[in-house]
DNA sequence: CAAAATTTACCTACCGTTCAGTATAAAATT
DNA sequence: AATTTTATACTGAACGGTAGGTAAATTTTG
């Protein structure tokens, strides 16, 4: 006899299997969990994995992939919109900030992709787009010094770099924490201080 | 017949294994690296490493130890000195930067001990050592501001975090090239852009 | 010679992966 | 319409290999 209030579909298992994932590798990375951890928190065996993800680096790669279309998009996008260099910077990093409060897990799991241990061929990929990520943060600001929103003498190229390094991290903060510590005041804080600097 | 060319003493022995762990920890991360890798590049057997350091935790955990006095122990002589605050976060940010270019091995497993995976029970001694550099930096600031030196609307607390984001920021930019990037001129120039502000 | 340092040989547990198969349902053939 | 074929979704059991770890024997050192 068999069940048929169990109602099994290929999305779900699929799905499931990918949150299971994502919420291990990001607790204690590639090498610190197993397909036999993945097949038991996702509720399924080992084959079926297999059967969607093909290896252990192909659930890997799909996980990354996901990660850079949904963090990424929004970047490119903003930096076409028309508002002071300085509101981008902020709308960015509340845009970055929602992500992580949102989607913790997937996150946690996509910021251990910057840590220096990272010859996974995955990451080939990821590289590139935070490249581009570094990239838009350059052109925004040197926009900024061009009509004067910045100091003459900022040196954008720096500039992104200190910016990218407290986005980072502030999510890992987040991430290391129970409670909400990025909120969108905290975003305009911190584009506030790079702006004016401390000594004002 | 033996090759007395080859002395060999218990000191070195330990401080190859030592190294040897530290360089593969660095690249791989803890659960990437097995005890066999480890006995390959030190030269010498796998019970020999646990002659020495009793486990695979043991070795990472003598690593943790070391790290934590050759990074943090300037730190509190730092604060003591007699300069302007800012001067003191130039020169903070010159030794650590020093420490990155001279022990880049060493460095770069320190470094991983700031990801988020971090279940491991070596860690709660690094996380103390942190939050003590983290309360060094805010008494710096802090003091900056009552002697004048710093904005009166400064939020030292904010402050501190950003400057510990954008150290940990750069250093992992350094570990990640070959060419030296974190010089002494960088260091001043951060702490400038920081202090300055974008907009003049 | 005794103590310290190091090795040989081996253990069990678990790793990622695959094989050979099965229940179900839709599609094709008769 | 009944039967056969094909495709999908999934599983139990086992593979070769490597993991961390150790008891006992041997070599080196003082």
Redesign the pocket.
């Known amino acids: 006899m068999?069940n048929h209030l169990e109602t099994?579909?290929?999305h779900d298992?699929?799905e499931n299997i990918f949150l299971a994932a994502a919420h291990l590798f990001a607790k204690r990375g590639y090498n610190g969990?197993?397909?036999?951890?993945i097949s038991e928190k996702s509720g399924?065996?080992?084959?079926?994995i297999?059967?969607?993800f093909g290896?252990?680096?192909g659930i890997y790669h799909e996980l990354v992939d996901t990660g850079i279309q949904h963090v990424f998009s929004s970047f490119e996008t903003i930096l076409k919109d028309k508002m002071p260099a300085k509101d981008k910077l902020v709308v960015m990093t509340k845009k970055l900030f929602q992500f992580a409060v949102d989607y913790p897990e997937f996150a946690k799991f996509f910021m251990t992709l910057v840590t220096p241990f990272t010859d996974n061929a995955a990451l080939v990929k990821f590289k590139k787009e935070a490249e581009k990520r570094g990239r838009i943060l350059v052109t925004i600001i040197r926009t900024g010094i061009e009509s004067g929103e910045f100091g003459a003498s900022a040196n954008p190229e720096l500039a992104a770099k200190i910016i990218g390094g407290v986005w980072q991290h502030f999510i890992w903060q987040q991430l290391a924490s129970q409670k909400k510590i990025l909120t969108d005041e905290l975003a305009q804080e911190i584009i506030e201080i790079l702006f004016k600097g401390l000594n004002e």
Not at 33 to 37: A, D, T
Not at 44 to 48: L, R
């Open positions: 068999h099994k579909n290929s298992t699929k969990v197993s397909m036999r951890e399924v065996t080992k084959p079926t297999y059967y969607y290896s252990k680096e």
